[in-house]
């Protein structure tokens, strides 16, 4: 019995890693340059750091707003984007570009295209450039399989005998072998040492991406029904009026009600009359909080995000998901430690690829002789 599990454990590791082998490796390494993102762009864009100024002399939404009406006239603005005190703001509207303002003066920085290379590597990260719809399926259901590929692989990993030998083949890569060992040793051994941080990062793409594995583990965690938040409607308020009101909520959340980076924060403008005042806060290592206004009182509505220390401990794991899958949730170091897990599960298709391959060879030069 237990040789027929080892059996039928290889066949699955060999079969639906030869299927869902590149899928992987292009997931992967996107993902590579997705978790230095924010970094890479402070890096790359040095026009976009700003001295840092008193607090009270950050202009609100609607003086930003301004700077966008008069560089693209006609254009609808849907949000302003607060960076802390020491960035520029951004500037979303329907347009092909993004506009970077000093939120100290209000001066246009920069203008940058709205899908850059990053934009292109999370589209394939998310969706393999296939389409939302497509793409989106396609990618969860290929990490489903790579999850499954993570569970046979530590069968396989297993070592043997736990004596010395047993446990230099399974846990040293022989760097000085010939290449078929040192291949081995990449896959089978590099694998393991990623073994955590790919179980992390698989579970948590399908927490995003599988509606049935999400409501699991939500219920595995102590969670009992998933909130939905409904569409939310409010008295009319007039269109007139809604940018000086935007403001007012932007200080009510910046002062009263954030608790983390409350510099840091999203402030949408109404498309309709009926249509609450959207805001994003408490932006700190992957999580945030949705918040939605009624613009005539300023109350926040039943749709908006309880804050993280409210939520029982399933919410807040579903809350810090995000952070979980990118690495953002230790700042820094985890993100070194992912990019560089991401970067070895990208390398064990071709690695496995490999080995199959040469064993393939193998077999036919036997049946040939």
């Not at 100024?53 to 693209?72: C, D, I």
């Not at 297993?158 to 010939?178: C, D, L, Q, T, Y």
């Not at 690495?327 to 993100?335: E, L, P, R």
Request: charged residues 20%.
């Amino acid at each position: 019995m237990k040789k027929l599990f080892k059996k039928v454990n290889a066949w699955l590791h060999l079969w639906l890693g030869l299927v869902s082998g590149i899928l992987v490796f292009v997931i992967s390494i996107t993902g590579c340059f997705i978790v230095f993102e924010q970094e890479l762009k402070d890096l790359l864009n040095p026009e976009l750091r700003i001295a840092p100024q008193e607090e009270h002399l950050l202009l609100p939404p609607s003086r930003l707003y301004e700077t966008a009406a008069a560089a693209f006239p006609g254009r609808e603005i849907y949000s302003v984007w607060y960076h802390g005190l020491n960035r520029a703001a951004h500037i979303s509207l329907a347009a092909d570009s993004t506009l970077y303002v000093n939120p100290y003066t209000g001066a246009l920085l920069a203008v940058k295209p709205h899908h850059d290379f990053f934009s292109f590597m999370e589209e394939g990260h998310t969706s393999l450039w296939m389409g939302r719809k497509i793409g989106h399926a396609v990618v969860s259901w290929s990490t489903f399989i790579f999850f499954l590929l993570l569970l046979s692989g530590i069968v396989l990993w297993f070592p043997k005998k736990w004596n010395k030998a047993g446990v230099n083949n399974s846990f040293k890569v022989k760097w000085k072998a010939r290449w078929k060992r040192l291949n081995y040793d990449l896959h089978n051994v590099l694998g393991f040492y990623a073994l955590l941080v790919a179980f992390v990062m698989a579970a948590t793409g399908m927490i995003m991406g599988l509606s049935w594995f999400s409501k699991s583990v939500y219920w595995l965690t102590g969670g009992k029904t998933m909130e939905r938040r409904e569409a939310a409607h409010v008295a009319p308020y007039p269109q007139h009026a809604i940018r000086l009101r935007v403001d007012e909520a932007w200080n009510k959340v910046r002062h009263e009600i954030a608790l983390y980076n409350k510099h840091d924060i999203i402030a949408s403008f109404p498309d309709e009359e009926d249509e609450p005042i959207y805001l994003c806060t408490d932006m700190k290592m992957g999580i945030w909080r949705d918040l939605y206004m009624d613009p005539n009182n300023l109350e926040l509505l039943p749709s908006s995000n309880k804050r993280i220390t409210d939520l029982p401990f399933a919410g807040q794991l579903r809350k810090a998901n995000y952070g979980l899958h990118v690495g953002a949730i230790g700042g820094f170091a985890t993100k070194l430690l992912y990019f560089l897990g991401s970067l070895i599960c990208a390398s064990l298709p071709v690695t496995g690829f490999y080995i199959w391959w040469h064993r393939g060879k193998k077999s036919g030069r036997k049946v040939t002789s």
